[in-house]
Antibody, heavy 122, light 110 residues
């Protein structure tokens, strides 16, 4: 059973960088069949998939076009975790951020983190 | 990438069946059999209910079923129970190698 545990600050100032981390147990961040996703949810935007990273002999990342250029998803193999960084945030980025796992030919979000409410405000 | 289209709300009485539609395009729902459905109760984390159009994960009630025709996927909940009242979201893999969600449907059990 995969478990995902999120951590990160709940308040970020406008124009700064939002950062949330997701620690994995029960699987390996560098496993060849897993993918590691970030999703956010706000009342105005509903559920929004942001991007993912995965290892298939080398690291790959896919990002939602609306955040491409502002987003980075990285894996830390030494800590078996992955992280989301979103730059130049505005109040529109206020949301609950979730991490979730999917897989190779398993294009669904099977295991989810507990969610982290991030508020963008000065 | 535009969100998939779902009705904002559906309702039904206990014991009845309801169906929630999820309409996309030939670049997402119509392109692959990679449609999934998630249930979310207030204040809780989304829960996977259906994957690959019609497959149920272990532990999900047989009362939940999924199907697809062309660019539209559907989730049917039969034998409605009070605990089924929740928000439901569809999600599809796309030709752009990303996932896209529907706007969500609030299911009310009358």
């Amino acid at each position: 059973q995969v478990q995902l545990h999120q951590s990160g600050p709940g308040l970020v100032k406008p124009s700064q960088t939002l950062s949330v981390t997701c620690a994995i147990s029960g699987d390996s961040v560098s496993g060849n069949t897993a993918a590691w996703n970030w999703i956010r949810q706000s009342p105005s935007r509903g559920l929004e998939w942001l991007g993912r990273t995965y290892y298939r002999s080398k690291w790959y990342s896919d990002y939602e076009p609306s955040v491409q250029g502002r987003i980075t998803i990285n894996a830390d193999t030494s800590k078996n975790q992955f992280s989301l960084q979103l730059n130049s945030v505005t109040p529109e980025d206020t949301a609950v951020y979730y991490c979730a796992s999917s897989g190779y030919f398993r294009e669904y979000l099977q295991y989810w983190g507990q969610g982290t409410l991030v508020t963008v405000s000065s | 990438q535009s969100a998939l289209t779902q009705p904002a709300s559906v309702s039904g009485s206990p014991g009845q069946s309801i169906t929630i539609s999820c309409t996309g395009t030939s670049s997402d729902v119509g392109a692959y059999d990679y449609v999934s459905w998630y249930q979310q109760h207030p204040g809780q984390v989304p829960k996977l209910m259906i994957y690959d159009v019609s497959n149920r994960p272990s532990g999900v009630s047989y009362r939940f079923s999924g199907s697809k025709s062309g660019n539209t996927a559907s989730l049917t909940v039969s034998g409605l129970q009070a605990e089924d009242e929740a928000d439901y979201y569809c999600c599809s893999y796309t030709r752009s190698k990303i996932l896209v969600f529907g706007g969500g449907t609030k299911l009310t059990v009358l």
